[in-house]
């Protein structure tokens, strides 16, 4: 089961704080378990490991297997919370290079999270010899980075197979009633499957919007679940054994000590978008009324040798949070060379796995020393039963971090910022104010 742990924490917080911040935390994880604080309304993914839908996860299942059954290829098209879940889970359990490995299941591209037009058309390319399906995901239903995205993905399927054949490629995850999206998947008869009212997309990754791709993969989307049930169990004990609690704690008072930065760090490539993902769960929960963690990310041992200078030396502003994975799948031992050229021979016969174990010890003591507090999540291996897990106790932790904020946890009112600029710049009717404003300033 997953763990969290302190590596000297009191040289750097030498009062206990675990008892003062008690209170607080009941406070902030009876708010989550009753949906009774600011932005309850945002709290279903509290108990849905317990309650989610089975007949639509069963839904699920089956599109997948037909997506696996007559397509090559399967387009995500969503930004933020509508995309970084899956694209982390399946990164994790499946590999980064996913794509480039031979296997019997569909490559899974990641469109419509951005404006570049060579990103755009890199994909169109790659789908454009071979069959495939389009999950469109929004659930707004009204964003502009997929929707735009999503038209030139319709018009390539409906090129491909005509209107008829398209219809039966296309698969809308969106809300359930409202928005552009639902209206033209129920006109057009595309399957659609629900983001529901209560869950922000953000903590959207166990609902359809991360489980339909996530599945197309193979991946095992029941023990996704089942981990995560696991961890709401254990969240649901309101204490210091919750390994949520003990993270949202100690995060909390090095915040409150003068250590705006928290970096999370792992020592494998296949968690990057993982990384990618809790950054966007704590930056946009977090990060408003002028205060929160600045969540950033490295992945180690590559960032030793660029970030790490800073870590060691730089402005002692932050704080590590270093996932450990567990072993890797595979073992790979150092081969033995007679002439021992590169003098490398002290470490022949090792296993990676010990050679990488030797360089996280290392680094915790080095940064430690360094003046740089270490928070370590302990997992059990790469599995979707320990990644669910995983998944929960970050989510749940940042909603207890949140409240002991005194922020509302599930909101992003700052998000709207650009997008109303955008918009008006771009000529959207009902911005004709705006943008004569904005033309003027940027015109200075
Ligand atoms: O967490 C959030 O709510 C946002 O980051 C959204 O996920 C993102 O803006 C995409 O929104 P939508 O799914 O409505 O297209």
Known sequence: ???????????????????????????????????????????????????????????????????????????????????????????????????????????????????????????????????????????????????????????????????????????????????????????????????????????????????????????DITELMAGAEDMMKLCEDGSYNCPAWRYAAIRYELYRSGRPIELLACYDPAFRFMTEWWKQLYGESEGKDGKGLFPASVEFTADLHSMGQYIQDGKRIMFETVVRLGDSDRQLCVPADEANGDGLNFLAGKSMDYIRSRAMDGTLLAHTEGGVPNIIVEVDGKTARNLGQLIYFFEYSCGLSGYLLDVNPFDQPGVEAYKKNMFALLGKPGYEDRKAELELKLNK
């Open 1 to 219: 089961m997953l763990d969290v742990k302190l590596f000297q924490m009191k040289s750097f917080l030498p009062m206990p704080y675990e008892d003062a911040l008690s209170p607080r935390l009941k406070r902030a994880h009876e708010k989550l378990q009753n949906a009774s604080g600011v932005g309850g309304e945002f709290t279903g993914w509290v108990h849905l490991p317990r309650d989610y839908d089975r007949e639509e996860f069963a839904r699920i299942q089956a599109a997948a297997a037909k997506i696996r059954s007559d397509s090559k290829a399967l387009v995500v098209i969503g930004i933020g919370g509508s995309y970084l879940g899956a694209r982390g889970v399946i990164d994790c359990l499946c590999s980064p290079n996913y794509n480039l490995k031979k296997k019997d299941t569909p490559n899974v591209y990641f469109a419509g999270n951005g404006l570049s037009a060579d990103a755009l058309q890199e994909i169109l390319d790659l789908v454009e010899d071979v069959d495939f399906s389009v999950n469109i995901i929004s659930k707004s239903g009204t964003t502009t980075e997929p929707a735009v995205a999503f038209r030139f993905f319709r018009e390539a399927l409906e090129k491909k197979y005509g209107h008829e054949g398209a219809k039966s490629r296309i698969y809308a995850t969106t809300d359930k009633a409202r928005g552009a999206l639902k209206s033209l998947a129920d006109a057009e008869g595309w399957e659609t499957f629900v983001v529901p009212d209560d869950i922000g997309g953000r903590y959207s990754v166990l609902t359809a919007v991360g489980l339909l791709p996530i599945a197309v993969t193979g991946a």
